[in-house]
């Protein structure tokens, strides 16, 4: 079981590291000529990745023991991470047409809802099939 959960930490970690340079590249291209720094977005993407990787899964481990105060400390460094790339964006850009912040607000909404329904659902099935063990 522990040898399984190093695989998916990995997993998780590799598919952030990978979204990142997708949020890069989709920067680059669509709001660099917004003057967007794309060095400086590039630079707190990468920084602020592994962080969130690390910290949502925490957070995850926290909830699975029901740890609430841990879980509070790693989801709140989860949220800040998670956000801070589009924070930037929406902040350092000029003549951002509205749109874009819809866009961009839309997709942290619905990306972050959909981290917090995930793993809901984890806790919940992992929480099931200790009762079934038990």
């Known amino acids: 079981m522990w040898q399984e959960r190093f695989y998916v930490q ?19 291209l669509y709001f660099a000529k917004y003057g967007i720094n794309i060095w ?8 602020s990745s592994p962080i969130l990787a690390r910290s949502s899964s925490r957070m995850a481990v ?4 029901h740890e609430i105060r841990q879980s509070i400390l790693w989801g709140g460094l ?3 991470s998670f956000s801070a790339p589009d924070v930037y964006l929406l902040t350092a850009g000029r003549g951002l047409p509205w749109v874009a ?3 961009v607000l839309l997709l942290m909404t619905v990306a972050g809802t959909a981290s917090v329904i995930k793993l809901k659902q984890k ?12």
Do not use: P
């Open 123 to 134: 806790v919940s099935l992992q929480a099931s099939l200790n009762r079934v063990h038990d």
């Open 40 to 47: 400086a977005f590039a630079l707190i993407e990468i920084v």
């Open 78 to 80: 989860t949220m800040v």
């Open 62 to 65: 926290a909830l699975k023991y």
């Open 101 to 103: 912040y819809g866009i």
């Open 10 to 28: 990995k997993a998780w970690f590799g598919l952030i590291i990978f979204w990142s340079f997708v949020r890069i590249g989709t920067a680059e």
